[in-house]
């Protein structure tokens, strides 16, 4: 099992950037595929991006290519999540999530084991 922390939220005016990190217990840490989601008021969780053990394949939801960079430092147990050019619509509470067998898919929330509590991310127009 492992159990999973977000931070970095904040409030930060459009255009600016935040920089979240989730850190995981557990010695298993690089066997996990991890995730970012993100749910807005009202909205369905939705899915921002993902890492695959090793690093070596990232995803990417297109709201957010070119503006997230998320990497992980297995050595760290932890994830990150980069955001520059924060828009409005970037608004969300944000969660780092585990997936412990990787099946292939990166979506939907469904497919991960462990979930963080969230980050509340305020983006100010």
């Known amino acids: 099992q492992v159990q999973l922390v977000e931070s970095g939220g904040g409030l930060v005016q459009a255009g600016g950037s935040l920089r979240l990190s989730c850190a995981a217990s557990?010695?298993?840490?690089?066997?996990?595929?991890m995730g970012w989601f993100r749910q807005a008021p009202g909205k369905e969780r939705e899915f921002v991006a993902a890492?695959?053990?090793?690093?070596?394949?990232?995803y990417y939801a297109d709201s957010v290519k070119g503006r997230f960079t998320m990497s992980r430092d297995n050595a760290k147990n932890s994830v990150y999540l980069q955001m520059n050019s924060l828009k409005p619509e970037d608004t969300a509470v944000y969660y780092c999530a585990a997936d412990q067998e990787w099946s292939g898919r990166v979506e939907p929330p469904s497919v991960y084991d462990y979930w963080g509590q969230g980050t509340q991310v305020t983006v100010s127009s």
């Open positions: 557990g010695r298993t840490f690089s066997s996990y595929a």
């Open positions: 890492i695959r053990r090793s690093g070596g394949r990232i």
